[in-house]
């Protein structure tokens, strides 16, 4: 039994990765359902691991389920995008403040090579996945796992809005992210609560009052 078990165990894993790619670069867009037998077939399983995957993804805040329809990609208003960046405003800063004092040479080292990154890429072909590293690494050194969980799933349930955000505004509005990514990397050298705090709050307000002026970004998907 316990090997079936780790085989399912790893089947889940394995699918759960393939879902999991698949939402975050916009392959499965928000309202989408996803079809357990049609995962399994391209998988080539069976369908218990796939509803296994589907639990995880939906803890990480990447579907949700819906009694006698399945599972689908989570399809957020205008207003319900607005609250979690207001959630991102007042959690976020509480996460590096904890995690500031603890964070090593190495991982701000890393922030700085994932900024390099950023910069370089002027056609925003890996925009979505460098910053996701470069705020998540800030908070890496937080004690409260359940803090960094929790925003794991807001930004999580977001990415969708955010691609499509980057692709309205273009590069044209790279230099302002670059401009705030470099002063929040200023106050984590220094270990400042109080400017990184200001600094990271502005850098999520100011994305949320841009998005506010994109409703078409907010449009459902053609089904």
Known sequence: MTELQDGVGAASERIAAYLR???LFGDLLPGQWIRQEEVAARLGTSRLPVREALRMLEAEGLTEHEANKGSRVPLLDQHEVDVVYQMRER???LALTESLPHLTADQIEHMEH????IEADVQLTEFLVLDREFHLTSYTACPSEQLVTTISRLWNS???YRRAFMLLSGPDRRWVVNSEHRLLLDAIRRKDPVDGERYLS???RRTRIELAQHPEVFAAPPS
């Open 21 to 23: 790619d698949a939402i």
């Open 91 to 93: 959690l976020e800063p």
């Open 114 to 117: 994932v900024q390099a990154r």
């Open 158 to 160: 977001t990415q969708h």
């Open 202 to 204: 502005g850098h999520i």
